[in-house]
């Protein structure tokens, strides 16, 4: 899934994750990309309210979510979970 769970209300992203998951393969993965924050206080304060100007309806909801705790309910167990771009956005992945 590649920056599309930041546009889904987290009912919707779970339902979307959990089919992701039970069209897996067992020992497959399953990759997400999409929108993180960086670590140091300056930088998360002002990526998120540069994202939030473009990116409104959901986006500050996923990125305080707590990403790894909504793939494991989903069954996807989290085995990477590397910033990119400076914590701008995030890879995860997870195995079924």
């Known amino acids: 899934m ?3 769970a930041h546009e889904m209300p ?7 994750l959990r089919e992701m998951a039970r069209v897996t ?9 999409d929108y993180g924050l960086p670590r140091n ?3 998360r304060w002002l990526v998120f ?3 939030k100007l473009y990116e409104r309806d959901h986006y500050a909801e996923f990125v305080r979510s ?9 069954g996807i167990e989290p085995i990477v979970d590397r910033p990119m771009l400076g914590g701008i ?7 079924v």
């Open 2 to 4: 590649s920056f599309a």
């Open 66 to 74: 707590d990403l790894q705790a909504l793939l494991r309910r989903c």
């Open 41 to 43: 206080t300056v930088g």
């Open 89 to 95: 956005a995030r890879i995860v992945v997870g195995s």
């Open 25 to 33: 393969r067992r020992g497959g993965n399953v990759v997400v990309v």
């Open 10 to 16: 987290e009912t919707v992203r779970e339902r979307a």
């Open 49 to 51: 309210h540069i994202v």
